[in-house]
Nanobody, 118 residues
Framework: VQLQASGGGLVQAGGSLRLSCVAS????????MAWFRQAPGKEREIVAS????????SYGDSVKGRFTISRDNAKNSVYLQMNSLKPEDTAVYYC????????????WGQGTKVTVSS
């Protein structure tokens, strides 16, 4: 499976961005999808995750109420709508996928950089 993330860029604080991630190589039937981020000098953290059917969604505390994860299984895609962006959201964002009962994420995209200016 190859994951291709896109949609990053430079935005002012308070603005919005929508990240997209498209999977190719095989269907992601049953897979959990997630977005992670890693800021300079910091550890990677999970931003949001979504189950195959979309009924189970979780968010990191720092993005709750501002970010929304969604997926379109027909398009093998997952999205991250980011609103009310803050400078501390600046990071490289990665999409990832794991099978339902896996502990670790099996597949990772290349990352897309988000920079939020103050």
């Amino acid at each position: 499976v190859q994951l291709q993330a896109s949609g990053g860029g430079l935005v002012q604080a308070g603005g919005s961005l929508r990240l997209s991630c498209v999977a190719s190589g095989r269907t992601l039937l049953g897979y959990v999808m997630a977005w992670f981020r890693q800021a300079p000098g910091k550890e990677r953290e999970i931003v949001a995750s979504i189950s195959w059917g979309g009924s189970i969604i979780s968010y990191g505390d720092s993005v709750k109420g501002r970010f929304t994860i969604s997926r379109d299984n027909a398009k093998n895609s997952v999205y991250l709508q980011m609103n009310s962006l803050k400078p501390e959201d600046t990071a490289v964002y990665y999409c990832a996928a794991k099978s339902l009962y896996a502990t670790n994420y099996d597949y990772w995209g290349q990352g897309t950089k988000v920079t939020v200016s103050s």
